[in-house]
Each structure stands twice: as structure tokens, then as C-alpha cells.
């Protein structure tokens, strides 16, 4: 479960996104894939913790996603789902060669003092690392809410994403804000890929599977839900940890998927995601 708060922090950026900018971001993984590099270097060359890394490298990947949106993803918002589709995935090729050529194939992890610290909870001893994960997406994921219920620039961000016309006749800048919404979604990557390299090891060929996660928690959860994302994460979270533990570990995403199966089944909308009409 605590894991899965994690992942619900990485899948929230792209629900995020497409919540309103209605862009599915299908180098999501891959952008993650970097953080987690990022906050590799960050502690093998400057020895930062990774979740103090969370800071430089969250603020990085929202200049990166605000130009990336500005820059190249806005020209698309009017075309096709499918250039979007081809764009975004091509953004993901470059990134995951880039990787390979920089890294190498070889698995990279970080090795903290406290990584082998736990905490007795009665019968139950639980990962400390996972347990400062786990309160650090929490803390993460509330600043965001906070935002978007209470800022101003988070209530126009939300007028944009409830009605695109009337945000453009009241005088919204909706190609900026979008931008920013991008660059949102993209810390929250790099917020997750920082916490999330000290409980996996990292490689390029990484990212492509973090993309179908991530996916497969917002359709969960709801698309464009925060709180779905959320709880999409700790129900796959949950579900993995028990399908490793009860069958085998190579059946976690045949379970997680199944999930996914029964609620495109019985309830299409996610979770706590709104019925269209």
C-alpha cells in the first residue's frame, strides 16, 4: 500500500494532464524514467538524498513539461488523437535511447543509510523507506489539491479544464495555463521517479512499463480524478505486494490487470470518476 501511494503520485501527473488538457501523455514512464536517473546522479556525484533530491529535480521537470507543452504539445491540442498519439510516443523513443546511450543497459540504485531501517507496527515490520515514500506522496499529493481548489491560478486551470470556450470568452490565457498544468503533472513524475528509485532499480527499458501503470491506475481510479489516482495506486500497489505474496511475483500484473478488466467491466468511468452523460 505504501508503494502504491507512490504510483498513485506518478499516475496523478497523468491524470492531471489529461484532466485538462485532454492529452494522454504516452512518454509518461519514460519522463519518470529520467527523474529516477536524475535523482541517481544527484546522490552519486553530490551525495543529496533522494527525497531532498525531490525538490530540484520536481522543479526541473516542470520547466521541462511547460516548454515541452508550450513549445510542442499545443500546436497538436487541435489535431488528431493519433499525432498526438505518434508525437508523444516519439518524445518516449528519444528519451529511452537518450538513457541507453548515457547509462548504458545496466541497472542503477541508491543505497541510503537508512535503507534497510524498518518499524515495528505489533505483529507487522514495515520498510522504513517505504514508509517515508509513502508520507512524502501523501504530503505531495495534498499540496496539489490544495492548489487546485484554492489558488487562483489552480481555480483557472480548473475553469479551463470544465469548459475551454468560456475560459477563452472570459480571457483565460488557456495555452499558458495548459503549460503550466503540464509542467504540473511532470513534477509530480519527478516528485515520484526521486522517491521511487529507492525502492526499485533503475533502467531505461523502464519507462514503457511505468507508462502502462500509470495507465492502468488512472482508468482505475478515474481519468482526471486526483483522489482516483490516488486510490488506483494503493489498490495496484495493494494487489501486486498481495499476488506476490499469496501466488508468485511474476503474477502481480496479471492481477493488477484483471482489476483494471473489472472495472472497465462494471463501472467504465473509474472509481470515483464522473459518468459522462
Do not use: W
Not at 487541435?78 to 535511447?97: D, G
Not at 547509462?103 to 542503477?108: I, L, N, S
Not at 479551463?160 to 495555463?177: E, F, I, Q
Not at 494487489?239 to 472495472?263: D, H, N, R, W
Request: with cysteine.
Amino acid at each position: 500500500m505504501l508503494t502504491g501511494l507512490v504510483y498513485g503520485l506518478m499516475a496523478l501527473g497523468l491524470s492531471v494532464i489529461f484532466g485538462v488538457v485532454r492529452v494522454v501523455n504516452f512518454a509518461h514512464g519514460e519522463m519518470m524514467t529520467v527523474a529516477m536517473y536524475a535523482a541517481t546522479v544527484l546522490f552519486a556525484v553530490f551525495k543529496v538524498d533522494p527525497f531532498l533530491a525531490m525538490l530540484p529535480v520536481a522543479a526541473a521537470f516542470f520547466v521541462f513539461g511547460y516548454a515541452l507543452q508550450a513549445g510542442f504539445i499545443n500546436p497538436f491540442i487541435t489535431r488528431p488523437e493519433h499525432s498526438q498519439f505518434m508525437l508523444l510516443v516519439a518524445v518516449a523513443i528519444i528519451i529511452v535511447n537518450t538513457l541507453l546511450i548515457l547509462f548504458g543497459p545496466d541497472a542503477r540504485s541508491v543505497q541510503t543509510s537508512y535503507g534497510f531501517d524498518s518499524f515495528a507496527l505489533g505483529p507487522l515490520i514495515v520498510d522504513a523507506t517505504k514508509v517515508y515514500a509513502g508520507a512524502a506522496a501523501i504530503v505531495t499529493t495534498s499540496a496539489l489539491f490544495v492548489f487546485f481548489r484554492h489558488a487562483r491560478i489552480g481555480t483557472a486551470i480548473r475553469a479551463c479544464a470544465d469548459n475551454y470556450t468560456g475560459a477563452l470568452v472570459v480571457g483565460l490565457d488557456v495555452n499558458r495555463l495548459y503549460a503550466l498544468t503540464f509542467g504540473l503533472g511532470a513534477a509530480c513524475v519527478g516528485a515520484a521517479g526521486s522517491m521511487l528509485v529507492l525502492l526499485v532499480d533503475v533502467t531505461p527499458a523502464l519507462g514503457p512499463s511505468y507508462t502502462l501503470l500509470a495507465f492502468v491506475i488512472v482508468i482505475t481510479g478515474g481519468l482526471g480524478s486526483m483522489p482516483g489516482a490516488l486510490l488506483g495506486g494503493v489498490l495496484i500497489g495493494f494487489t501486486e505486494a498481495l499476488a506476490g505474496l499469496v501466488f508468485t511475483p511474476s503474477a502481480k500484473s496479471m492481477f493488477a490487470f484483471a482489476i483494471l478488466v473489472l472495472v472497465l467491466l462494471f463501472r467504465p468511468q473509474g472509481l470515483l470518476g464522473k459518468k459522462l452523460a
